[in-house]
């Protein structure tokens, strides 16, 4: 904050004490108006605020969510209502609340045309059960059944030699 400057007659320890009341109290008066400003941002706001705008925005939170993890979802409610209902947009969402890659079929040959795949590692299924429920409920397409699939990694080791065979054939006669 600018530093204030008081008129040159009033001098000496009253007015260092003048201007040092007056420059606490402006700061006071500062930080009430910028509250407000303060409170605009979903990852540092009063959690009665953010409440407030989580309800504006369509978001509940569901049981034992974390803090921070409820903060994200009210701070990308907007662009996550633009991603929804599309597969690269499913896809960004998860990856914007912390979930991860997730690999999404759909039309799957000898299955109902309306299931979709989610091809999901089994500690994101694991660490996130409700959030993933909640996601496919707010932002899955309309008509579409989901279901999880874990995918695990293997390692697989492959090893190449070379394979020298000498091959005859012998006939043997009566």
């Avoid at 959690?47 to 509940?60: E, G, K, N, S």
Wanted: hydrophobic share 45%.
């Amino acid at each position: 904050m600018i530093r204030m400057k008081l008129p040159f007659w009033l001098g000496g320890a009253e007015l260092a004490k003048l201007t040092a009341a007056a420059q606490a109290w402006w700061e006071k008066v500062k930080g009430w108006i910028q509250w407000p400003l303060l409170q605009a941002d979903a990852e540092t706001c009063h959690l009665t605020i953010l409440d407030l705008m989580a309800w504006q925005r369509d978001i509940t939170r569901f049981n034992n969510e974390p803090e921070g993890l409820y903060r994200l979802r009210v701070k990308y409610a907007f662009i996550n209502a633009v991603d929804a209902g599309s597969t690269a947009g499913l896809k960004r969402i998860l990856r914007r609340l912390g979930v991860g890659y997730v690999e999404i079929d759909e039309r799957i040959p000898d299955r109902d045309w309306d299931v979709v795949l989610l091809r999901l590692s089994d500690s994101q299924l694991s660490e996130n059960p409700e959030l993933l429920r909640v996601l496919v409920q707010q932002y899955g397409r309309t008509c579409r059944r989901y279901d999880f699939v874990t995918i695990t990694p293997v390692t697989l080791r492959v090893f190449a030699a070379d394979f020298n065979d000498d091959q005859q054939t012998l006939v043997a006669s009566l």
